[in-house]
């Protein structure tokens, strides 16, 4: 029987299994107790994420998880919180718990983070609006098909519903035989520089280190996909990397780009990437904004949008004096967010 007061409140991590099954069971999941606790407890970038939640009695019925960004606006630093898992229990859905959630978040977080920022599905989108989250962009999928006969293999496999050959694929051999007749790209399993990068519409950037790229490459989503990270350097200065998750299934191999970063006049560098990978996967995609710098990039190397408008970034700031905050994000200046959950959360 539903208590007629329910209680909004952090969310202990001695509850992390109920959260986790809740979680699981509402968006039809298989993430491991490992997997939670890498993204949102023992994250070695953000630590532990803010955690409101909603109780019936002792019950866990409702939650937010909100992961601390770190930006670096003009020098100084920015506490941003991106908006992940909205979670309401089944039973307790039609009463409006997650604005709610959001709301009490709000009052909870305001005084020590700057905005919130977010992908909602289309079910929590009209929530989010309704409280006052304006749409930074929308998203779309861009896709450049690979090599053709591994893509005809897949869809020959699919059609015809026969169980794919389970040989794998050696990806770092692969990676490496297709880069080094070019001679620059390099293979990392984390990042293998410190400090900051100027990077092309990186004005305002999260503040990434090395905690942050061995997270962000480490496979916390999957056991069936394969990240690297691919950078070039000339005379010690990085002039370009990205974040790639493979996925391999019966021989054949997709990638999906993550993270992407091109200083002013590295371009080549994508162009030679895109090249290679297209030679051993079926289909290249990323997740891009609309009309911005990485989808104009994408389509000079001719991808093509593969799905339009999937979904949007919702962001509302919480602290209506931070003017240097709203300049760059309400002002069309080319400056875009990372979207450093994209990988789980559209997946």
């Known amino acids: 029987m539903k208590q007629e007061e329910l209680v909004f409140d952090f969310v202990g991590t001695e509850r992390k299994e109920e959260q986790l099954e809740l979680f699981n069971k509402t968006f039809g999941q298989s993430f491991t107790l490992e997997n939670w606790n890498n993204k949102h407890f023992s994250n070695p970038y953000v630590g532990c994420s803010e955690n409101i939640g909603l109780f019936d009695n002792d019950k866990l ?9 770190e930006y670096i606006i003009n020098g100084k630093k ?45 079910k929590s989108k009209r929530t989010f609006e309704k409280l006052g989250y304006r749409t930074k962009y929308d998203l779309d ?36 035989k297709t880069f080094s007749s070019d001679g620059i790209i390099k293979i990392s399993n984390c990042f293998p520089f410190y400090g900051e990068c100027e990077f092309l519409s ?10 942050f790229y061995d997270w962000k490459v480490k496979d916390n989503t999957s056991s069936g996909k394969v ?8 005379e010690g200065k990085l002039l370009f990397y990205c974040i790639i998750s493979f996925s391999i299934d019966g021989g054949m191999c997709n990638a999906e780009i993550f993270d992407l970063k091109v200083k002013k006049d590295a371009d080549m560098y994508l162009k030679i990437i895109v090249r290679g990978l297209t030679k051993f996967c079926s ?13 104009r990039l ?14 949007k970034l919702m962001y509302k700031i919480l602290n209506d004096k931070n003017d240097i905050l709203k300049s760059f994000v309400e002002k069309d200046c080319g400056w875009e967010f990372n979207m450093i959950e994209a990988d789980t959360a559209l997946n």
């Open 78 to 122: 920015q506490l941003l919180l991106q908006s992940c898992e909205s979670v309401v229990d089944i039973d307790y859905r039609g009463e409006a718990y997650l604005s709610k959630i959001l709301t009490k978040a709000e009052e909870l977080l305001k005084n020590k983070y700057d905005m919130i920022y977010g992908i909602p599905n289309d």
């Open 61 to 69: 019925v409702a939650f937010n998880m909100f992961m601390p960004q």
């Open 141 to 176: 999928i861009m896709i450049k098909l690979g090599n053709k006969f591994k893509l005809f293999k897949e869809l020959l496999i699919r059609v015809l519903k026969i169980k794919p050959n389970d040989k794998t694929i050696d990806l770092d051999k692969c990676l490496i």
């Open 283 to 295: 289909t290249v995609r990323m997740l891009v904004p609309q009309n911005g710098l990485q989808q």
């Open 298 to 311: 994408l389509k000079d190397i001719r991808f093509r949008i593969y799905k339009k408008s999937v979904c």
């Open 227 to 234: 990240k690297r990270f691919l950078y070039v350097e000339q």
């Open 202 to 211: 990186d004005s305002m950037g999260l503040n990434k280190n090395k905690s």
